[in-house]
């Protein structure tokens, strides 16, 4: 997708660490977040204060199980959301990928700061 729009930038690196390719991504209006890790909110509060633009969205992908796979995915996308809000998002919808994901949520956010 990329190849054919130029104006989508894909990052194969560590995402913990967003100073390490702060040179070559602009400031954005949308982040997709699709990280599967348990601090993924925290990761997309990191990247957003360094590349999203104020009012920008953010499209995060929750994969219960990554966060915590011992509390109900309910349980664990709540968290991820109260999370974020507290990182200056404010949640515009989210869906469940049921049934083509088990315990799998979309969340559309929208950047505050």
Do not use: W
């Not at 660490?17 to 702060?22: F, T």
């Not at 400031?27 to 509060?45: L, S, T």
């Amino acid at each position: 997708m990329a190849a054919k729009r130029t104006n989508v930038i894909p990052i194969v690196d560590d995402a913990r660490s967003p100073l390490r390719y702060r040179m070559l991504v602009p400031m954005c209006d949308v982040i997709f977040a699709d990280i599967a890790q348990p601090d993924q909110a925290r990761i997309v509060a990191l990247n957003a204060r360094h590349f999203l633009k104020k009012d920008g969205a953010a499209l995060i992908s929750i994969k219960a199980n990554c966060v915590d796979s011992t509390s109900p995915p309910e349980q664990v996308f709540a968290s991820e959301v109260q999370k974020l809000r507290t990182s200056g998002f404010k949640p515009r919808k989210q869906i469940t990928l049921e049934p083509f994901e088990r315990d799998h949520a979309l969340l559309v956010a929208k950047y505050m700061q």
